[in-house]
């Protein structure tokens, strides 16, 4: 069993950057692969960024390609999902997931666990 904590969310100005984070407990943290999806009011959850085991490997969806950036630290057992020009578009609830084995980084059933979310708002 793993447990996945996010924190970071909050309010933010078109343009500004925030940093998520998300804390793990349970099994060996470095065994697994991690993502943020994300889920905005009446729209389906979707992929943000992904991470391999080492962080050899990152993925992110189109939409905020050169604008996020996802890391991992094994040591500290946390995931993080920095977050720079951020548009009214980003908003969402943002969740952190573990997978122990993904055929496809992006796809949400991939994963085996995940948080509670944290929530996200670019509004002026």
């Known amino acids: 069993q793993v447990q996945l904590v996010e924190s970071g969310g909050g309010l933010v100005q078109p343009g500004g950057s925030l940093r998520l984070s998300c804390a793990a407990s349970?099994?060996?943290?470095?065994?697994?692969?991690m993502g943020w999806f994300r889920q905005a009011p009446r729209r389906e959850r979707e992929f943000v960024a992904a991470?391999?085991?080492?962080?050899?490997?990152?993925y992110y969806a189109n939409s905020v390609k050169g604008r996020f950036t996802i890391s991992r630290d094994n040591a500290k057992n946390t995931v993080y999902l920095q977050m720079n020009s951020l548009k009214p578009e980003d908003t969402a609830v943002y969740y952190c997931?573990?997978?122990?084995?993904?055929?496809?980084?992006?796809?949400?059933?991939?994963?085996?666990?995940w948080g509670q979310g944290t929530q996200v708002t670019v509004s002026s």
């Open positions: 997931a573990a997978a122990f084995a993904w055929k496809t980084p992006t796809w949400g059933t991939d994963y085996d666990y």
């Open positions: 349970g099994r060996t943290f470095g065994n697994y692969g």
């Open positions: 991470i391999t085991t080492r962080g050899g490997n990152t």
